[in-house]
Structure formats: structure tokens, C-alpha cells
Nanobody, 123 residues
Framework: QVQVVESGGGLVQAGGSLRLSCAAS????????MGWYRQAPGNQRDLVAV???????NVASSVKDRFTISRDNAKNTVYLQMNSLKSEDAAVYYC?????????????????WGQGTQVTVSS
């Protein structure tokens, strides 16, 4: 099993910054993609940013100039630095981790979500 734990959400004024962290832990696994998605009330869950194992990133155009995704492979942790926050950025942010884990002698793919962390932006 792989556990995914997020931290760093909270209340911030418009124009402010927050940094989200997400750490994956468990027994014998390797990670391919680590990413962040967000879901506002009444909306679908949308991609914010994802970083692959080779460091390549895919960032939503709505946040591209303000958010930065990074990854520490040694810590199995992904970060989302959010600057110049706007009211429309308010949502529950979910971490997603894709990879594979060893069970017995076989590798099995996994796709896990964190519990979500609330980001609230006050105007």
C-alpha cells in the first residue's frame, strides 16, 4: 500500500502565496507522475499541474505564470508553490500519485489520491 499525505492549505489574502506539499510513503514502490488537481464546489476536479519522473511538467494555462510544481524524488514529495493567488484559485486541492508497487514478485500499477487540502482566498 502507498499512503499519500498532503499539507499546506489554508486561508490567504488575494495576492498572497501558499505552498502545498504531498508526500508518498509505503513499501517498495516507484513513482511516475505526481500532480495536483483542484475542485471547487459544484465543479469537476481539474488538473493544476503534474510533474513526471523525468522532471517534465504539465501546468494548466490558468495558473502557468503563478504556480510552480516541483518534486524531490529522494523524499517522494511533490510541492506546489502558489503565488499571486486569486479568488478563483479557492478550492480543495488534491494530490495524485501514479506509479507501481512491488507485491511478491510482481509490480502492480497504482493511482492514489490524497485526502485533499482546502485553499481559501479572501478578497
Amino acid at each position: 500500500q502507498v499512503q499519500v499525505v498532503e499539507s499546506g492549505g489554508g486561508l490567504v489574502q488575494a495576492g498572497g502565496s501558499l505552498r502545498l506539499s504531498c508526500a508518498a510513503s509505503g513499501s517498495t514502490f516507484s513513482i511516475n507522475d505526481m500532480g495536483w488537481y483542484r475542485q471547487a464546489p459544484g465543479n469537476q476536479r481539474d488538473l493544476v499541474a503534474v510533474v513526471s519522473s523525468d522532471g517534465s511538467t504539465n501546468v494548466a494555462s490558468s495558473v502557468k505564470d503563478r504556480f510552480t510544481i516541483s518534486r524531490d524524488n529522494a523524499k517522494n514529495t511533490v510541492y506546489l508553490q502558489m503565488n499571486s493567488l486569486k479568488s478563483e484559485d479557492a478550492a480543495v486541492y488534491y494530490c495524485n500519485v501514479k506509479g507501481r508497487r512491488l507485491s511478491g514478485i510482481r509490480w502492480y500499477p497504482f493511482d492514489y489520491w490524497g485526502q485533499g487540502t482546502q485553499v481559501t482566498v479572501s478578497s
